[in-house]
């Protein structure tokens, strides 16, 4: 609906009180900093309009964000702690009033992982995957998830998936408080993701929203600051020999081999 | 009549070092000013007797707390009196969060809205299938108030907290249980007794230990109830004059889904 | 199996990256501040090489820790001698010296996995809660069980079971001393894997082995973000519960107490 300006990769469909934002970057929905630069500006659009009251983020195919593409050399922009725009761009993604939705219906990886983190509740169904493969690949947990994971499913989840680069499947991540509804397959994780944003948006929008405030109070200032520190981190592990070999070893597919420089 | 003083709205007794304050406004219990002065005064007493060690707080009737008294003559004095610590039912409330021993939650049915907010005061709760949890007041028009921004989250965590919130949904026992809202599950008809044997356990273990250890535990643990209710208590101020409001208040008589316009 | 360091009461070794780190006082290890002292030792010593990515605390024997080493309160000096005449009533019991010595366990860079195959007590669970990670089995017993026997958590418990399973769960086994099976703790979020008894300290290698399989410097650097502040929290609240174990320790409850244990009964409790 072009009441909202004009976006490349992002639509926007509302019905009921219920924007559905969806992005998209076929076939595997990597990221830029335009991608999350647009999202976060249909965010703050629909926060200006009473005809939505909730909303959910989704994007089509079968992974939900495959993450920031380090290997075709995409500029995600400069990286000063305080100045990196992909980050910038993402903080801006917490700072808005409306609940959000994230139907994760498929892989959420990395950088992705971090973009299925800025919805307040997720719906995920067995087929859905969340990998925080940083550490795997000699590199450094970013997006804030250094404060979303474990404000959302406790440290020691949150520790255990960031060392161990561990991914996580529908069914566990239900279980340990990662997805907040499981349901059958793909096909289904949408339509219940609306479900659940219709039931918000059937709720007072003016106690939600200040309910949400006092909530989240501090939430986006934490993850801006976490930001910084996994910046500070991704680029001093950016110029190692581990780093070089992570990315290698994660495009030919094999275990990498660290020396720890 | 108590040796703990003299009550209207509640029944007080001791018993092998387990107190039980039990309210007694059947069926639903709906709370007003002077019960929770009461309930306050009663936990104050119990403070400074060494006959008892833990507290059980249970309810008269079908509900536990099914809400406030929206015909307490007292309740225009709360709306009016908006400064902020300066509401007489919050005031009465920290008061219950100041006083040393662990308390048991025997929610042997409904807590609904503040009836929530009164369900969790005490340290754990006994529940049973047929209870009901509710934080609904934005299907209302309203805000969530009793502390329960502070409380939910500390008791749940902040997903399942704005899950609450935001949705207003109603919660059976078996859910709540799940989610941590109580600590025990029993049948209905066990729920009493289940809170007294949860008391006795706790009686069972040295006073002093136990007392000291709550208060490390818990510091800190009022004074954040006070500031919530502050911030609450502002943010219902400016709700109540909302036409949502009216209309919400209006939906919840009608047993209707509210039609908010967003003012 | 290749050991390093010399020490008392603990083993170390290290091989494919992780290092096991094993207490030997079976069958109950309990804990002084020798023990705790060699234990920090050798955590620190393994922060230097980068031969070591991942740590597993264990222990040898029936319990994984079964407590503190003293037999009617007063802690036992390094060298295992009782503590003699108390020179003052407030004088501070010699138990502070051990939780500063404790407090450096938090203080190192490597994630630690704990291998929790049998009982953890008391202040044993305050070593168990220790590590990022625990890996325990059905027969493993967890218990905070100070207040039972007149006396208060110690060891960071009130900071570090609060934050891996909740308060409500931490207030619930501080005021009852339950005792959970290791089924259970998994359940409440006290240990992470369950696996049979005989499995334990495999369990544990292989989740260090998993760690260790991943880039020490984004490992460390990591934890060092989701750690921020942990040894400090932990330093405040052993303060806190210092003084509290300082003053209960003079009651007459406590003497009640400890001899309730012993005599395996209801203790008799009259809040002095």
Do not use: W
């Not at chain 2, 006994?126 to 989250?153: D, I, K, M, W």
């Not at chain 2, 006073?207 to 250890?213: F, H, S």
């Not at chain 3, 309160?73 to 010296?97: C, N, Q, T, W, Y």
Request: charged share 25%; net charge negative; glycine share 10%.
């Amino acid at each position: 609906m072009p009441a909202f300006g004009s976006f490349k990769d992002v639509t926007i469909d509302i019905e009921d009180h219920v924007a559905v934002v969806e992005f998209s970057k076929p076939p595997q929905n990597f990221f830029d900093v335009a991608l999350i630069s647009e999202i976060a500006d249909a965010f703050e659009a629909l926060d200006e309009t009473s005809d939505c009251r909730a909303i959910v983020l989704a994007s089509p195919g079968r992974i939900f964000c495959a993450g920031a593409n380090l290997n075709d050399g995409r500029d995600l922009g400069e990286k000063s702690p305080g100045h990196y725009p992909l980050y910038e761009q993402g903080v801006r993604l917490f700072r808005t009033t409306k609940p959000i939705v994230g139907a994760i219906q498929g892989a959420a990886i990395g950088g992705g992982f971090g973009l299925a983190m800025t919805p307040d509740f997720r719906v995920a169904c067995p087929e859905s995957r969340f990998s925080a493969n940083f550490t795997r690949m000699g590199y450094h947990p970013g997006f804030g998830l250094t404060v979303t994971l474990p404000e959302t499913i406790g440290r020691k989840h949150a520790e255990r998936m960031l060392y161990n680069g561990g991914r996580v499947k529908g069914e566990e991540a239900f279980a340990m408080g990662l997805a907040d509804v499981l349901v059958d397959g793909p096909k289904n994780v949408r339509p219940a993701a609306i479900e659940l944003a219709r039931e918000i948006a059937q709720c007072s929008p003016l106690g939600v929203v200040a309910c949400r405030t006092i909530m989240r109070d501090g939430y986006a200032d934490r993850i801006a600051a976490a930001t910084d520190k996994e910046l500070a981190n991704q680029n001093s592990l950016r110029g190692t020999v581990d780093f070089t070999e992570g990315v290698e070893a994660m495009t030919d597919r094999r275990l990498p081999h660290f020396i720890g420089a | 009549m108590s040796k703990f003083g003299s009550f209207n709205e509640i029944g007080v007794e001791v018993a092998n070092h387990v107190a039980i304050v039990e309210i007694q406004r059947p069926p639903h219990n709906f709370f007003n000013i002077p019960l929770i002065k009461e309930i306050a005064e009663a936990f104050e007493a119990l403070d400074e007797s060494d006959e008892c060690r833990s507290i059980v707080l249970a309810a008269q009737g079908t509900a536990f707390c099914a809400g406030a008294d929206f015909s307490d003559p007292n309740r225009n004095k709360v709306q009016s009196d908006q400064k902020p610590g300066g509401n007489p039912l919050y005031i009465e409330a920290v008061r219950m969060f100041r006083t040393s021993k662990p308390i048991v939650g025997a929610i042997q049915g409904a807590a609904i809205g503040g009836g929530l907010g009164l369900a969790m005061m005490p340290d754990f709760r006994v529940t049973c299938p047929e209870a009901r949890f509710s934080a609904n007041f934005t299907r209302q028009g309203y805000h969530p108030g009793f502390g329960l921004t502070v409380t939910l989250p500390e008791a749940i965590g902040r997903k399942n907290t704005e899950l609450m919130f935001y949705t207003g949904r109603r919660f059976k026992g078996e859910e709540a249980f799940k989610m941590g809202l109580a600590e025990v599950l029993v049948p209905r008809e066990q729920v009493r007794d289940a809170a007294v044997a949860l008391a006795t356990e706790i009686a069972e273990c040295s006073p002093l230990g136990v007392v000291a250890c709550r208060k490390i535990m818990r510091e800190g643990f009022a004074d954040r109830v006070r500031e919530a209710t502050d911030q609450e208590l502002i943010e219902q101020g400016i709700l109540r004059e909302t036409v949502d409001f009216k209309e919400g208040t209006k939906a919840m008589t009608e047993r209707r889904v509210a039609s908010f316009i967003g003012r | 199996m290749p050991k390093i360091g010399e020490y008392n009461d603990i083993t170390v070794n290290l091989e494919n990256l992780v290092a096991t780190v094993e207490i030997n006082r079976p069958p109950h290890n309990f804990f002084d501040l020798s023990l705790i002292q060699q234990i920090a030792q050798a955590f620190e010593s393994l922060d230097k090489t980068s031969d070591c990515r991942s740590i597993v605390l264990c222990a040898e024997g029936k319990s994984f820790c079964a407590g503190a080493n003293f037999t009617d309160g007063r802690a036992l000096k390094g060298d295992g001698s009782e503590v003699g005449e108390r020179e003052g009533d407030d004088e501070e019991l010699p138990i502070g010296h051990l939780y500063v010595e404790a407090v450096r366990l938090f203080r190192t860079k490597k994630p630690i996995v704990g291998a929790i195959q049998g009982a953890a007590i008391g202040g044993g669970l305050g070593l168990a809660m220790m590590p990022d990670f625990r890996v325990t089995c059905p027969e493993a017993r967890f218990a905070a069980n100070f207040t039972r026997l007149g006396f208060h958590p110690g060891f960071g418990l009130t900071c570090t079971l609060t934050e891996a399973i909740g308060r409500k769960r931490a207030e619930l086994m501080f005021y009852t001393s339950r005792r959970f099976k290791g089924d259970e703790a998994v359940s409440m979020g006290m240990a992470d894997v369950l696996v049979p008894q005989d499995q334990v300290r495999s369990a544990a290698i292989e989740l260090a082995t998993e760690i260790a399989e991943c880039s020490p410097l984004g490992v460390i650097a990591c934890r060092q973000i989701m750690r921020e502040g942990l040894a400090d929290r932990v330093s405040a609240a052993t303060a806190k519960e210092l003084a509290v174990q300082t003053r209960l320790r003079d009651t007459d409850d406590f003497a009640e107490g400890v001899k309730a244990m012993t005599e395996r009964r209801v203790p008799n409790f009259k809040s002095a």
